[in-house]
């Protein structure tokens, strides 16, 4: 069983920035690529990044791209999303997935992703 752990989550104000880690265990945790997926409320779970171990590919939303960063830590199964210039519309819950497989057109699709962390909040006031 692969366990995914957020944490880092927090309130903070409009501009300010946040770390979100996700770190991941489990007795034979391999995964092609993790993600960041996000939900507000009242609406559809959203992908934020994707972040490939092989190479440190990385795929972003166009809605955060240039604010928001992905890092992975192999040696530690971690990967850190560093959230920059925070925005309200930022506000939601923020999920870790891992996917065993990868592929570029599928990257951003949340059925792809095999196991899934409990989330952790992220609220930005205005």
């Known amino acids: 069983q692969v366990q995914l752990v957020e944490s880092g989550g927090g309130l903070v104000q409009a501009g300010g920035s946040l770390r979100l880690s996700c770190a991941a265990s489990g007795r034979t945790f391999s995964a092609a690529a993790m993600g960041w997926f996000r939900q507000a409320p009242g609406k559809e779970r959203e992908f934020v990044v994707a972040?490939?171990?092989?190479?440190?590919?990385?795929n972003y939303a166009d809605s955060v791209k240039g604010r928001f960063t992905i890092s992975g830590d192999n040696a530690k199964n971690t990967v850190y999303l560093n959230m920059n210039s925070l925005k309200p519309e930022d506000t939601a819950v923020y999920y870790c997935?891992?996917?065993?497989?990868?592929?570029?057109?599928?990257?951003?699709?949340?059925?792809?992703?095999?196991?899934w962390g409990q989330g952790t909040q992220v609220t930005v006031s205005s």
């Open positions: 972040f490939r171990w092989s190479d440190g590919y990385t």
């Open positions: 997935a891992a996917r065993r497989t990868f592929s570029i057109a599928g990257i951003r699709s949340s059925s792809d992703y095999t196991y």
